[in-house]
């Protein structure tokens, strides 16, 4: 059965794959799943019809027969665990990939949305300037543990797992920051250089291409 | 094979259960799993040898023969996937269970997160206040739409599952806060009541109480 995601109608990111429908898009492609995308517009995502899907009321949502899930790190893990793929077979080594997945979220995020929200809602504030320097300094941090325990491998627990495409999707917003090391640098690019990931970009640029285009 | 997980040698919110080993406690004593700890001062948390465990050098990790993991999402999620109790049997409903817990831990916790920090890491700085107000709407609006979804129900989503339990964890940090409405303090309360989330609580109170005599 074909899935159904939302994703927004037209991305405040401008088409640069930062929206979190990017990491669904990206796990569905390298699966190998087909996948049929609802637009929703930031109404929509307010009103009750779109929040009985996600009380949130953001984007993605995934939708399968009877099944509908909400949080993107959720639906990667329900697109790994039905395809072959993304989380290897060994008992301990899937226990790591899905490690690496929550970390990525709950650990390695959280310092680069304050960084988000610094910019985008704090942004008028006279201190704004000088607290975004100290946010800076948490993302170093945290970023320079993860870059000391990937060192020179490519992913961060033997082949490419879902934890390494949520820690990319998760990375990637600090894409032209100057916050990534060389060695994290190449690591995004390196998931970056996958053709599924290339598929999935493509794919939420279009989305943005149209709306900017066709109206 | 009994487990061994690390806590904090002397936890800094002395005793109230807010470090991130009580989710693992909590969720061992759920599904009757003994466990042994290993406490680490903050010294120890910074060294190689528990960075080798723990790449961002916190607590808590848990190994069990040999398998080490860390970040307590995972764990959780690994030690209900192994026992009874804390997932669903049935693949949606327990897609659904999975997906709470990680709504809980990046989609509810990281404004709660800010706070903590805005609090601790930037108290000393005279638009403290001033932006501890922002986060604090922020906080609000997140829990509006939780407190709307759980309705009047005791649990998110069913009978008591692995994403009630961080979920509650989560929200454990807004006690006292009076950011909980009535309803989520109230789903909170049915958490702490459970037996399981009381024998983790004196597990990890004891051991604070056995740090804060014993020298």
Request: cysteine-free.
């Amino acid at each position: 059965m074909t899935p159904t995601i939302t994703a927004f109608e037209r991305s405040p990111d401008r088409g640069r794959g930062l929206g979190r429908d990017m990491h669904v898009r990206w796990a569905l492609e390298e699966v190998g799943q087909p996948y049929d995308v609802r637009l929703v517009s930031f109404a929509e995502m307010k009103e009750p019809a779109h929040r009985a899907l996600h009380p949130f009321g953001q984007i993605p949502t995934y939708e399968e027969g009877d099944l509908a899930l909400f949080e993107s790190g959720a639906i990667v893990f329900h697109i790994a665990q039905r395809h072959a793929g993304l989380l290897p077979d060994d008992a301990n080594a899937r226990a790591r990939a899905i490690t690496w997945m929550f970390a990525a979220l709950s650990t390695v995020e959280p310092p680069i949305l304050e960084l988000v929200t610094a910019k985008f809602l704090e942004g008028d504030k006279s201190w704004s300037g000088q607290r975004r320097l100290l946010v800076e300094d948490r993302i170093r941090n945290r970023l320079g543990d993860l870059s000391r325990r990937l060192g020179d491998a490519d992913w961060l627990d033997g082949a490419f797992s879902a934890g390494d495409l949520v820690m990319v999707g998760v990375l990637r917003r600090l894409n032209g920051s100057g916050l990534l090391d060389p060695n994290l640098a190449a690591y995004v690019a390196r998931g970056e250089a996958r053709p599924a990931f290339k598929r999935a970009f493509d794919a939420q640029l279009a989305v943005f291409t149209a709306a900017s285009t066709g109206r």
